[in-house]
């Protein structure tokens, strides 16, 4: 059983920086992927990034790449998602998620991921 808390989410202008920050509990995180998701008001859930066992590969969606990072601090069983340069687009509720692929890259659709947090709401204003 794994268990997922996101915070970090807030109200900003386009321009600015957030950091959202997703805990984990139970067992055995250190050893599969993690991701991040996001939904708009009336939109399906899509991916935004995704990160291997070990921070050594990372996954970005187009339309955040080279705006938001992902990364990962085992020992403290964090995922984190710094973003840059925000936009209205982005506004979103953002969720993280765990692959449970065992030392392995993560997969990038969302049926495929195990567990989920209950979101964090970013609202970015223009």
């Known amino acids: 059983q794994v268990q997922l808390v996101e915070s970090g989410g807030g109200l900003i202008q386009a321009g600015g920086s957030l950091r959202l920050s997703c805990a984990a509990s139970?067992?055995?995180?250190?050893?599969?992927?993690m991701g991040w998701f996001r939904q708009a008001p009336g939109k399906e859930r899509d991916f935004v990034a995704a990160?291997?066992?070990?921070?050594?590969?990372?996954y970005y969606a187009d339309s955040v790449k080279g705006r938001f990072t992902i990364s990962r601090d085992n020992g403290k069983k964090m995922v984190y998602l710094q973003m840059n340069s925000l936009k209205p687009e982005d506004t979103a509720v953002y969720y993280c998620?765990?692959?449970?692929?065992?030392?392995?890259?993560?997969?990038?659709?969302?049926?495929?991921?195990?567990?989920w947090g209950q979101g964090t709401q970013v609202t970015v204003s223009s």
């Open positions: 998620a765990a692959d449970l692929v065992y030392y392995s890259d993560p997969r990038l659709d969302s049926v495929e991921y195990d567990y």
């Open positions: 139970g067992r055995s995180f250190s050893i599969y992927a």
């Open positions: 990160i291997n066992w070990n921070g050594g590969s990372t």
